[in-house]
């Protein structure tokens, strides 16, 4: 089983370009989730979506969109990147309540 | 102040020693109480799950909540090399749709 798949797996961004990060689960699963990794930092949630047709703000939304595009697939985008938005995203997935959260590999991006 | 609190570590232990891993928390709703392992350039894992209070074990790995002081922790017996990852506490509550974090523990285990 492949669990939950994101791509790309490395990026490098220049400031002020456009970039979506993509997520897909094969598990049924509800609800879908986007976190970033910074040092020191442990996870911070961006957005997340409860179910299928919803989403939600997290810890630190700005400057990032998303859409749940399917009940598989859960994007993120950021439209104008910036520097302070170099870290590692992680894509996870649970049946519901978000609780017990299967986790992607990562993303690790570079905003320079 | 943050939810939830965890040890910062980094902890550093031989081989064959018992490991503790703690977290503490503010908010009295959370219900459900996780570890997560995290090995370096890789996404977290469920390593343990525990609904309310009590105490869960898995092999050589235990996890006790303690609602009543707000306070969880994980004990790793027989510690490996293979277990030097960095471990993070989550919490969740019924309804909420999502789980907070604390900022991990990185554990080293030397041979």
């Known amino acids: 089983n492949a669990g939950v798949t994101q791509t790309p797996k490395f990026q490098v961004l220049k400031t002020g370009q456009s970039m979506t990060l993509q997520c897909a689960q094969d598990m049924n699963h509800n609800s879908m989730y986007w976190y970033r990794q910074d040092p020191g930092m442990g996870l911070r949630l961006i957005y997340y979506?409860?179910?299928?047709?919803?989403?939600d703000k997290g810890e630190v939304p700005n400057g990032y969109n998303v859409s749940r595009l399917n009940k598989r697939e859960f994007s993120l985008r950021l439209e104008s990147a910036a520097p302070s938005q170099t870290s590692v995203y992680f894509c996870?997935?649970?049946?519901?309540?978000?609780?017990?959260?299967?986790f992607g590999s990562g993303t690790q991006l570079s905003v320079l | 102040q943050k939810e939830v609190e965890q040890d910062p570590g980094p902890l550093s232990v031989p081989e064959g020693a018992i490991v503790s891993l703690n977290c503490t928390y503010s908010n009295s709703a959370f219900q459900y109480f996780m570890w997560y392992r995290q090995y370096s350039r890789k996404g977290p894992e469920l390593l343990m799950y525990t609904y309310s209070s009590g105490n869960k074990e898995d092999g050589r790995f235990t996890a006790q909540v303690d609602k009543s002081s707000k306070y969880i922790s994980l004990f790793i017996r027989d510690s490996q090399p293979s277990d030097s990852a960095t471990y993070l506490c989550?919490?969740?509550?019924?309804?909420?749709?999502?789980?907070?974090f604390g900022d991990g523990t990185t554990l080293t285990v030397k041979p």
């Open positions: 979506s409860a179910s299928e047709g919803t989403t």
């Open positions: 989550a919490m969740a509550n019924t309804n909420a749709g999502k789980s907070t």
């Open positions: 996870a997935s649970s049946y519901q309540g978000g609780e017990k959260l299967f």
